[in-house]
Protein backbone atom coordinates (compact mmCIF):
# COMPACT_ATOMS: atom_id res chain seq x y z
CA UNK A 1 0.00 0.00 0.00
CA UNK A 2 1.24 3.38 -0.64
CA UNK A 3 1.55 5.90 2.11
CA UNK A 4 3.05 9.71 2.22
CA UNK A 5 5.02 11.00 5.37
CA UNK A 6 5.27 14.86 5.90
CA UNK A 7 7.58 14.51 8.97
CA UNK A 8 7.44 18.69 9.28
CA UNK A 9 4.29 19.60 11.74
CA UNK A 10 4.81 23.08 11.65
CA UNK A 11 6.97 25.74 9.67
CA UNK A 12 7.36 29.04 10.10
CA UNK A 13 8.64 31.90 7.60
CA UNK A 14 9.02 35.48 7.32
CA UNK A 15 7.28 37.30 5.20
CA UNK A 16 9.04 37.85 1.92
CA UNK A 17 11.50 34.78 2.02
CA UNK A 18 11.56 31.01 0.99
CA UNK A 19 10.08 28.08 2.92
CA UNK A 20 10.72 24.14 1.60
CA UNK A 21 8.09 21.76 3.03
CA UNK A 22 8.87 17.95 2.89
CA UNK A 23 7.21 15.16 1.53
CA UNK A 24 8.09 12.02 1.23
CA UNK A 25 5.87 8.31 -0.21
CA UNK A 26 6.55 5.14 -0.69
CA UNK A 27 4.66 3.40 -3.37
CA UNK A 28 5.87 0.27 -5.39
CA UNK A 29 4.30 1.48 -8.42
CA UNK A 30 6.17 3.99 -11.40
CA UNK A 31 3.35 5.68 -12.45
CA UNK A 32 1.20 8.00 -10.51
CA UNK A 33 0.56 11.63 -9.67
CA UNK A 34 1.73 13.74 -7.03
CA UNK A 35 -0.28 16.94 -5.46
CA UNK A 36 0.16 19.67 -2.65
CA UNK A 37 -2.98 20.93 -1.40
CA UNK A 38 -3.36 24.27 0.65
CA UNK A 39 -5.76 24.17 3.48
CA UNK A 40 -6.67 27.78 4.72
CA UNK A 41 -8.73 27.96 7.91
CA UNK A 42 -11.94 28.26 6.07
CA UNK A 43 -10.99 24.08 5.63
CA UNK A 44 -11.78 24.52 1.66
CA UNK A 45 -9.23 21.92 0.33
CA UNK A 46 -7.03 24.21 -2.53
CA UNK A 47 -4.79 22.46 -5.53
CA UNK A 48 -1.68 24.16 -5.06
CA UNK A 49 0.79 22.22 -7.44
CA UNK A 50 0.37 18.36 -9.25
CA UNK A 51 3.37 16.83 -10.62
CA UNK A 52 2.91 13.59 -13.11
CA UNK A 53 5.93 11.22 -12.14
CA UNK A 54 6.82 10.06 -15.98
CA UNK A 55 7.88 14.08 -16.03
CA UNK A 56 11.65 14.89 -15.08
CA UNK A 57 10.87 18.78 -15.16
CA UNK A 58 9.51 19.89 -11.80
CA UNK A 59 6.27 21.73 -11.91
CA UNK A 60 5.78 25.42 -11.39
CA UNK A 61 3.03 27.40 -10.45
CA UNK A 62 3.85 31.13 -9.92
CA UNK A 63 5.62 31.47 -6.26
CA UNK A 64 5.13 27.67 -5.92
CA UNK A 65 7.14 25.10 -7.41
CA UNK A 66 8.07 21.69 -6.11
CA UNK A 67 11.28 19.38 -6.22
CA UNK A 68 10.76 16.23 -6.77
CA UNK A 69 12.81 13.34 -7.20
CA UNK A 70 11.77 9.87 -7.80
CA UNK A 71 14.40 7.58 -7.07
CA UNK A 72 14.06 8.84 -3.09
CA UNK A 73 10.61 9.19 -3.67
CA UNK A 74 10.62 12.52 -1.95
CA UNK A 75 8.25 15.77 -3.21
CA UNK A 76 9.05 19.30 -1.14
CA UNK A 77 7.35 22.09 -1.91
CA UNK A 78 8.88 25.12 -2.23
CA UNK A 79 7.39 29.26 -1.52
CA UNK A 80 9.13 32.03 -2.84
CA UNK A 81 8.28 35.13 -1.44
CA UNK A 82 6.17 33.80 1.05
CA UNK A 83 2.79 36.28 1.60
CA UNK A 84 0.72 36.28 4.50
CA UNK A 85 -1.69 34.47 2.54
CA UNK A 86 0.21 31.82 2.55
CA UNK A 87 -0.17 30.86 6.22
CA UNK A 88 -2.27 27.42 5.81
CA UNK A 89 -2.22 23.69 6.26
CA UNK A 90 -0.12 21.91 3.56
CA UNK A 91 -0.91 18.26 2.12
CA UNK A 92 1.26 16.43 -0.04
CA UNK A 93 -1.38 13.86 -1.72
CA UNK A 94 -0.44 10.92 -3.67
CA UNK A 95 -2.73 9.38 -6.68
CA UNK A 96 -1.79 6.15 -8.84
CA UNK A 97 -1.99 6.53 -12.46
CA UNK A 98 -4.09 3.49 -12.50
CA UNK A 99 -7.68 3.89 -13.95
CA UNK A 100 -10.48 2.93 -12.13
CA UNK A 101 -12.47 2.95 -8.75
CA UNK A 102 -10.56 3.11 -5.60
CA UNK A 103 -7.21 3.42 -7.20
CA UNK A 104 -8.09 7.24 -8.39
CA UNK A 105 -8.56 8.09 -4.36
CA UNK A 106 -5.98 10.43 -2.37
CA UNK A 107 -3.99 9.40 -0.29
CA UNK A 108 -2.94 12.17 2.13
CA UNK A 109 -0.20 13.10 4.09
CA UNK A 110 -0.23 14.54 8.05
CA UNK A 111 0.08 17.71 6.81
CA UNK A 112 2.81 20.27 7.56
CA UNK A 113 1.06 23.84 9.61
CA UNK A 114 2.90 26.84 8.05
CA UNK A 115 3.31 30.26 9.71
CA UNK A 116 4.18 33.88 8.11
CA UNK A 117 5.20 35.99 10.28
CA UNK A 118 4.91 39.76 9.15
CA UNK B 1 -20.34 27.12 -12.02
CA UNK B 2 -20.78 26.84 -8.07
CA UNK B 3 -18.52 23.32 -8.28
CA UNK B 4 -18.88 21.42 -5.46
CA UNK B 5 -21.14 22.00 -2.45
CA UNK B 6 -22.24 19.98 1.17
CA UNK B 7 -24.81 20.84 3.64
CA UNK B 8 -24.77 21.69 6.23
CA UNK B 9 -21.53 23.43 7.01
CA UNK B 10 -21.66 22.01 10.73
CA UNK B 11 -23.78 19.96 12.73
CA UNK B 12 -24.06 18.42 16.38
CA UNK B 13 -25.90 14.75 16.82
CA UNK B 14 -26.54 12.82 20.12
CA UNK B 15 -25.16 9.37 20.34
CA UNK B 16 -27.28 7.18 18.20
CA UNK B 17 -28.90 9.83 15.80
CA UNK B 18 -28.64 9.93 12.47
CA UNK B 19 -28.09 12.09 9.45
CA UNK B 20 -27.59 13.30 6.23
CA UNK B 21 -24.50 14.98 4.34
CA UNK B 22 -25.60 16.34 1.21
CA UNK B 23 -22.95 16.86 -1.91
CA UNK B 24 -23.64 18.28 -5.09
CA UNK B 25 -21.58 18.87 -8.21
CA UNK B 26 -22.25 20.49 -11.03
CA UNK B 27 -19.30 20.03 -12.95
CA UNK B 28 -20.56 16.82 -14.53
CA UNK B 29 -17.71 14.51 -13.18
CA UNK B 30 -18.51 10.57 -13.19
CA UNK B 31 -16.34 10.04 -9.86
CA UNK B 32 -17.27 11.07 -6.47
CA UNK B 33 -15.42 11.28 -3.48
CA UNK B 34 -16.65 11.31 0.61
CA UNK B 35 -13.77 11.78 2.79
CA UNK B 36 -13.07 12.44 6.80
CA UNK B 37 -10.80 14.40 8.33
CA UNK B 38 -9.68 13.60 11.91
CA UNK B 39 -7.89 16.06 13.98
CA UNK B 40 -4.25 16.64 12.69
CA UNK B 41 -4.74 13.81 10.06
CA UNK B 42 -4.81 14.01 6.61
CA UNK B 43 -8.29 12.87 4.20
CA UNK B 44 -9.65 9.25 4.48
CA UNK B 45 -11.60 8.23 1.76
CA UNK B 46 -14.82 6.66 3.58
CA UNK B 47 -16.95 5.70 0.04
CA UNK B 48 -16.65 6.67 -3.47
CA UNK B 49 -18.23 6.47 -6.77
CA UNK B 50 -17.60 5.87 -10.74
CA UNK B 51 -20.82 6.60 -11.81
CA UNK B 52 -24.54 6.87 -11.14
CA UNK B 53 -25.89 3.23 -9.69
CA UNK B 54 -22.52 2.80 -8.74
CA UNK B 55 -20.40 2.67 -5.55
CA UNK B 56 -17.57 1.12 -3.77
CA UNK B 57 -16.20 1.29 -0.04
CA UNK B 58 -12.98 3.54 0.62
CA UNK B 59 -10.76 2.72 3.53
CA UNK B 60 -12.89 3.71 6.41
CA UNK B 61 -16.54 2.70 5.15
CA UNK B 62 -18.22 1.50 9.04
CA UNK B 63 -20.84 2.99 10.37
CA UNK B 64 -21.61 5.01 7.03
CA UNK B 65 -23.89 4.44 3.64
CA UNK B 66 -23.96 5.91 0.33
CA UNK B 67 -26.21 6.61 -2.65
CA UNK B 68 -25.68 7.84 -6.20
CA UNK B 69 -28.90 8.26 -8.22
CA UNK B 70 -27.71 10.51 -10.34
CA UNK B 71 -24.49 12.08 -11.90
CA UNK B 72 -24.96 15.63 -9.60
CA UNK B 73 -25.38 14.49 -5.91
CA UNK B 74 -23.60 11.42 -3.62
CA UNK B 75 -25.40 11.69 -0.06
CA UNK B 76 -24.16 10.51 2.79
CA UNK B 77 -25.71 8.60 5.07
CA UNK B 78 -24.81 8.13 9.32
CA UNK B 79 -27.11 5.56 11.05
CA UNK B 80 -26.45 5.27 14.36
CA UNK B 81 -23.85 8.29 15.05
CA UNK B 82 -21.01 7.94 17.58
CA UNK B 83 -18.63 9.82 19.14
CA UNK B 84 -15.81 8.16 16.57
CA UNK B 85 -17.57 10.14 14.00
CA UNK B 86 -16.78 13.27 14.77
CA UNK B 87 -14.70 14.76 12.11
CA UNK B 88 -14.95 17.28 9.17
CA UNK B 89 -16.11 15.89 6.20
CA UNK B 90 -15.17 16.15 2.80
CA UNK B 91 -16.57 15.87 -0.38
CA UNK B 92 -14.66 15.41 -3.61
CA UNK B 93 -15.41 15.18 -7.68
CA UNK B 94 -13.19 14.52 -10.58
CA UNK B 95 -13.42 13.37 -14.00
CA UNK B 96 -11.67 10.21 -13.13
CA UNK B 97 -8.74 10.73 -15.11
CA UNK B 98 -5.60 11.96 -14.70
CA UNK B 99 -6.57 15.25 -13.49
CA UNK B 100 -6.69 16.56 -9.54
CA UNK B 101 -10.28 16.58 -7.67
CA UNK B 102 -12.15 19.37 -6.73
CA UNK B 103 -13.42 19.52 -3.22
CA UNK B 104 -16.81 20.66 -1.39
CA UNK B 105 -16.21 23.25 2.00
CA UNK B 106 -16.64 20.28 4.51
CA UNK B 107 -19.23 19.85 7.32
CA UNK B 108 -17.81 19.83 10.71
CA UNK B 109 -20.13 16.98 12.48
CA UNK B 110 -20.04 16.81 15.89
CA UNK B 111 -21.40 13.43 17.75
CA UNK B 112 -22.00 13.78 22.14
Known amino acids: AQTVTQSQPEMSVQEAETVTLSCTYD???????LFWYKQPPSRQMILVIR??????QNATENRFSVNFQKAAKSFSLKISDSQLGDAAMYFC???????????????FGTGTLLAVQP | NAGVTQTPKFRILKIGQSMTLQCTQD?????MYWYRQDPGMGLKLIYY???????DKGEVPNGYNVSRSTTEDFPLRLELAAPSQTSVYFC???????????FGPGTRLTVT
Open chain 2, 92 to 102: ASGPGTVYEQY
Open chain 1, 27 to 33: TSESDYY
Open chain 1, 51 to 56: QEAYKQ
Open chain 2, 27 to 31: MNHNY
Open chain 2, 49 to 55: SVGAGIT
Open chain 1, 93 to 107: AYRSARMGGATNKLI
